[in-house]
């Protein structure tokens, strides 16, 4: 019985993003784990104080490149409505169809990685053609294949031509197509299961105490989803959450495989209510007070706390990104497992860790 | 044992996944987001782009006439194009190509000096 | 504006959160703001079914806080933040990084305060920024 001690991180081939854990190990089987973060800490959250709070949004954007748009829509709705603005209906939709393209983009990025962790490259690259697709449409619609801007406090910047919608239909019908065809090789090779079946496995009363949010709280029988709160046109659309009941690796990841075709019935339904109008509202003043804003990211429950005192910039601005929630769900879930197990677990809650330091 | 040919005879007799780049190029969507400049002759340097930038890499001398930028700092994001009241700040639809030096940090310094009003 | 805040002492900070969690909240975060020179303000924010609530704490900036670790054990990494950031020590912290989560240990200011509160040079600035 050795005991040894493994760094894991923070440059490994599996992690999209530097994370550091120091693993203890005895013969193999891991014992405690130790989670170290701070490698890229950029400090954004200091930035609000010389930045005013129009600027600002396009530096929340990049806290994060997978889920850019979010971060811009909850701190937009947050100032909305810490100064009484209300976005117009056309701009709330609007808002519906892009974040959720976002979702499937990132949704698609993760399966890709999760593939690549257990060595299968070839549906890596397949499941990034997939992506391909949507982030065209986003470049087309919006200028830019990630980081799009298209939020602005009252409103939107960019708007939809009815043949562009119509475009974005028949793609999405190409990308359904395409979708379902690669579910067997996702979601019932038996190779790909006996990988993830039973590792991981995090129980309802666990998830529930240590915090988590998103797709890993969801796949321990959880059915919590910010998008339940209604903000910006969900809740005149059919929305439910997701859920499965097992709590491990293959439950998290055939939650966030079902959340994929969920965003197509999704954007169809926005696109099929979606009202005329116009885009955006002036805003004219300063928002004052204390405000706290949450939104459902691809990753989870992001959270924003926004103070102002009257001022250009404001006074505090505090974000925490699901990733922060879901970290400490790694020292749950490791001792007992192996050591040739971490990569797939350390993905499987879709570590985002520059959203993590901001 | 046969159950890969039909993708086997379908891959080899297809086209290809990918593009090929450099020979082949798409061309880019009408609202893509590329390169900024100025049109040194039209602009009033009032210095809207200047404030609204939120990277602040747009520098204007209304004194001395000169408008500066930093492209390295530009997150092209569009908002001084868009924002711009005489209308000389474009945006073109083609990204700005890789340079092999970076030696000067404004790569165009001040484009013409005009003595205006 | 935020409703259904509770303002709460230094000593009865364990006592309201673990009540809180006989209730069956969740833990969402800590957030902590500057509000004078010689006072910081820690908000502690709870969630159930959608539905939040919050506990405010006012403590002056050189006193230790008790830490809800015990409790809730996924608030560790959240005060280890907060201690990098403000300086605020906290007390039976499960797993502490003595300020090394996210800063270098030869960097003694603390990047969040806008007031000059240790003995080293004055107003903070955060390694990394490079807006220019």
């Known amino acids: 019985m050795t005991k040894t001690i493994i760094p894991f991180g923070p440059q490994h081939p599996v992690l999209p993003e530097p994370v550091h854990l120091k693993l203890t190990l005895e013969d193999e089987v891991i014992t405690e784990a130790i989670p170290a973060i701070g490698f890229v800490h950029r400090g954004l959250e200091k930035l609000a104080e010389i930045r005013d709070f129009h600027q600002m949004i396009y530096v929340v954007e990049r806290i994060c490149g997978i889920c850019s748009m979010i971060h811009a829509m909850c701190y937009c709705q947050g100032i909305e409505a810490l100064m009484g603005i209300e976005a117009p209906p056309r701009a709330r939709f609007l808002r519906v169809i892009w974040s959720e393209l976002h979702r499937m983009h990132s949704h698609l990025l993760w399966m890709g990685l999760f593939a690549d962790s257990f060595g299968f490259e070839s549906l890596f690259m397949q499941i990034w053609k997939i992506r391909e697709k949507i982030l065209d449409i986003d470049e087309a619609t919006t200028g830019n294949r990630i980081i799009i801007s298209v939020n602005v406090i009252g409103g939107m910047r960019k708007d939809l031509s009815p043949e562009q919608v119509n475009w974005i239909l028949s793609e999405l019908k190409d990308v359904e197509k395409e979708i379902k065809r690669l579910e067997t090789t996702i979601m019932n090779d038996y190779t790909v299961k006996k990988r993830t079946v039973g590792k991981g496995v995090l129980t309802r009363k666990q998830a529930y105490d240590l915090g988590l949010a998103g797709p890993t709280l969801r796949a321990s029988g959880i059915a919590q989803d910010m998008r339940m709160l209604g903000y910006a046109a969900f809740n005149e659309i059919n929305f439910e959450p997701v859920v499965e009941t097992d709590g491990d690796c293959y439950a998290r990841c055939r939650v966030r495989f079902r959340e994929v075709l969920q965003s197509i019935d999704l954007i169809r339904q926005a696109i099929a209510k979606l009202p005329d109008g116009e885009v955006a509202v002036k805003v004219k003043g300063r928002p004052d007070g204390e405000i706290i804003s949450r939104v459902e990211q691809p990753r989870g429950e992001v959270f924003y706390y926004i103070k102002a005192n009257g001022k250009k910039n404001l006074d505090r601005l505090r974000v925490r990104t699901p990733t922060f929630a879901n970290v400490p769900a790694l020292l749950a879930m490791l001792p007992g497992m192996w050591l040739s197990d971490v990569p797939v677990i350390v993905l499987s809650i879709d570590p985002c860790i520059s959203c993590t330091e901001r | ?117 | 504006m935020i409703e259904q805040v509770l303002s709460i002492s230094p000593d009865n900070v364990v006592g309201e959160t673990a009540k809180m969690k006989v209730e069956g909240y969740r833990f969402v975060t800590l957030s902590c703001v500057e509000i004078d020179e010689t006072t910081v303000d820690i908000l502690y924010h709870f969630d159930r079914d959608l539905q939040m609530k919050h506990l405010r704490l006012t403590v002056p900036k050189d006193r230790p806080v008790p830490s809800i670790s015990p409790v809730y054990f996924a608030a560790f990494l959240v005060e280890n933040e907060i201690q990098d950031l403000f300086n605020i020590r906290f007390q039976g912290l499960a797993i502490d990084f003595d300020r090394t989560l996210y800063l270098e240990e030869e960097v003694k200011k603390t990047p969040f305060c806008k007031y000059v509160v240790i003995k080293t040079a004055p107003l903070g600035e955060v390694p990394g920024e490079n807006a220019s």
Do not use: H
């Open chain 2, 1 to 117: 044992m046969f159950t890969m040919t039909p993708t086997i005879m379908r891959n080899f007799v297809g086209k290809r996944a990918t593009r090929r780049y450099p020979y082949v190029v798409r061309p880019p969507f009408e609202n893509a987001r590329g390169e900024i400049y100025n049109d040194i002759l039209t602009c009033t340097f009032c210095g809207v782009c200047a404030v609204k930038c939120p990277s602040q890499c747009i520098t204007v001398d209304k004194k001395a006439a000169t408008w500066s930028c930093n492209p390295y700092a530009c997150v092209y994001c569009g908002l001084c194009a868009e924002n711009c009241s005489s209308g000389s700040l474009q945006q073109k639809r083609d990204y700005r190509r890789p340079v092999q030096e970076k030696e000067v940090i404004f790569l165009r310094g001040e484009i013409k000096k005009e003595a205006k009003e």
